[in-house]
């Protein structure tokens, strides 16, 4: 039986000035599934998911988010739909604590049902921050919850991130390079982190460069190079193709 396609990218185009950062790119993701996107740097990789998230508009094709196209909606929409994004660098509350960061997220999916009613909101806190905890919990962050999180080492940033998206509950998460400049430890905790969201059943797209990740975490994965899919496949076929061989790895195997 075919799953359930969670997102569908048909013939998405984008340009900037002369440069075609995305070429006729299609992709369908299934739920449940971690995608991964590999590729040379400036391949179109961070294009195509500020395409899904709204902050990029493209010159043309589709993008449809359970069925329904989300192009020309706002990233606020996009995120209330059910998208949440990892950036590239990690956009946190630096000045707040780890729990205060992890609350907000959790009071602004909520917002439209406290906007009439302080009472309901204020009573709401404490389950916002239960929840809050078991987020930090499974990310093993608890600890540190009181700390303020530009103390944080820069692995414990990008957790907290996650953390952030986490707790927002996202049908579809997206991470660009999530262990980019961690050390090993840091890189091997996000991995444990990852296989565990994945346990959870949560579909994911996850750009990466480090190849130890996305083979650890990948169900499925897309070669993007000068913004076109080359190749998409299980990771066996990906690591077995030599078109991906010959244009992503100069030749080198995997
Ligand atoms: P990747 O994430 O795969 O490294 P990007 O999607 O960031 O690649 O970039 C793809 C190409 O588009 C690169 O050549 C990059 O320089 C260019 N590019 C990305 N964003 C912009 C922008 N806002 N304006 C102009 N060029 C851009
Ligand atoms: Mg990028």
Do not use: W
Not at 24 to 50: C, Q
Not at 116 to 124: D, G, R, Y
Not at 150 to 174: F, I, N, W
Not at 223 to 241: F, R
């Amino acid at each position: 039986m075919e799953n359930n396609i969670v997102l569908n990218i048909q013939n998405v185009e984008k340009t900037f000035g002369g440069l075609h950062a995305l070429n006729n790119v299609n992709l369908s993701i299934e739920e449940g599934k971690v995608h991964a996107i590999i590729g040379p740097n400036g391949a179109g990789k961070s294009t195509l998911l500020n395409v899904c998230i709204g902050r990029l508009p493209p010159d043309s094709g589709t993008v449809s988010f359970n069925g329904e196209n989300i192009i020309g909606k706002t990233p606020y929409e996009i995120n209330q739909a059910g998208i949440a994004r990892v950036f590239q660098t990690p956009e946190i509350f630096s000045d707040l604590t780890l729990l205060q960061n992890v609350m907000i997220p959790a009071f602004a999916r909520r917002d439209g049902a406290f906007k009439l009613n302080p009472f309901k909101a204020m009573s709401a806190e404490r389950e916002i921050e239960g929840e809050a905890e078991q987020v930090l919990e499974e990310m093993g962050l608890i600890e540190h919850k009181d700390n303020h999180a530009g103390s944080m080492s820069r692995g414990d940033k990008r957790r907290l991130e996650m953390a952030m998206c986490l707790v927002q509950h996202p049908r579809l998460l997206l991470l660009d390079e999530p262990t980019a400049g961690m050390s090993r430890h840091d890189t091997n905790r996000t991995i444990e982190t990852m296989q565990k969201i994945k346990e959870g059943g949560m579909t994911k797209i996850i750009i990466e460069h480090d190849m130890h990740v996305v083979f650890s975490v990948a169900d499925h994965i897309s070669v993007l190079a000068q913004g076109a899919i080359i190749a998409s496949g299980t990771p066996e076929e990906i690591k077995g193709s030599p078109v991906v061989q010959e244009a992503y790895l100069g030749g080198a195997h995997l």
